[in-house]
């Protein structure tokens, strides 16, 4: 425990409020990217729909799944350390680790598709006519929303690791697993980040 | 929550709104009513996932404030761009 805190629950609860805060200002950092996707689907309507149709529902569609499901077996991990099992914490670590690297494989091929199909905003962008504009702003916002949701992505398959690592050296016990916690957290978040995203991208304006 | 039931049931719960997410928006073509069910999966990660339940009040007020200043921003922000009302103004050439 260190010298500032009167007791390790108050040690606990300072860095898992400090989590909370640092979340806090992150919904504000996405939530200007909501603010500008209604605001621009409000003005391009039209566009907004050309550019959904377009969009890779099924690769988003099984991203979302695999997030999901990212976010369940690391609190499950939570959960084993919490009640003694440290080899558990590991293996849904590494479960954990492996879907993030399928969520962001698959964006790679997503990307790698649209940029295949011209889908680029620029002097060659491929879709054409009256409403192009604004599918051009989609797509501003889409590669902009996922670019940043996946820098997220690779911080967060990091500090996974971290704990994983951690959890090997024996650094976690049923009495103190607060960094699990912490990073648990911070995953979910990312998870709750796409949640916002994936309709707003695949759906909302079909 | 806690213990391995609540949390399966989450996760569940999660992948049937994500059918139900894809289903509503492709089938009975209700596209718009897609945020609600992002809206109602992002619930259940914070309460099953990110256990919000079991944190302090402080967690409590920076989660709290962190939503509060989100329609903040998306409330007032929008308000202008989405009530504004366009007037068309016809032209009858320059009387100079």
Known sequence: MHFQYSSAEHQAESA????????????????????VWVYC????PAGFRLATQHANLLIGSINTAVLLTSSFTFTAGLLAIERGEPRRLIQACFATIGLGVVFLLLKGVEWFKDVGDGLVPGAHFSLTGPDSGGAQIFYVFYYVATVLHALHMIIGIGLVL????????????RAWSTPVEVVGLYWSFVD????????????AAL | MSG??????????????LALELGSAL???????????????AAIVVIAFMR?????????????????????????????PLTRT?????????PR
Do not use: K
């Open chain 1, 16 to 35: 898992m409020s400090g989590m909370w805060l640092f979340l806090a200002q992150e919904i504000l950092f996405f939530g200007a990217l909501v603010f």
């Open chain 1, 41 to 44: 689907c409000y003005q391009h």
């Open chain 1, 162 to 173: 971290w704990i994983a690592w951690r959890a090997r050296r024996g650094d976690f016990s």
């Open chain 1, 192 to 203: 709750v980040v796409w949640l916002t995203l994936y309709p707003l991208i695949y759906l």
């Open chain 2, 4 to 17: 391995w039931p609540p949390l399966l049931v989450a996760w569940i719960g999660l992948l049937v709104l």
């Open chain 2, 27 to 41: 089938l009975l073509h209700l596209p718009a009513t897609a945020s609600l069910f992002g809206m109602a999966q």
């Open chain 2, 52 to 80: 919000i339940r079991r944190g302090s009040p402080l967690m409590h007020i920076f989660g709290a404030a962190g939503l509060f200043w989100l329609i903040v921003l998306l409330a007032l922000g929008n308000l202008d």
């Open chain 2, 86 to 94: 366009d007037l068309i103004v016809q032209t009858t050439g320059n």
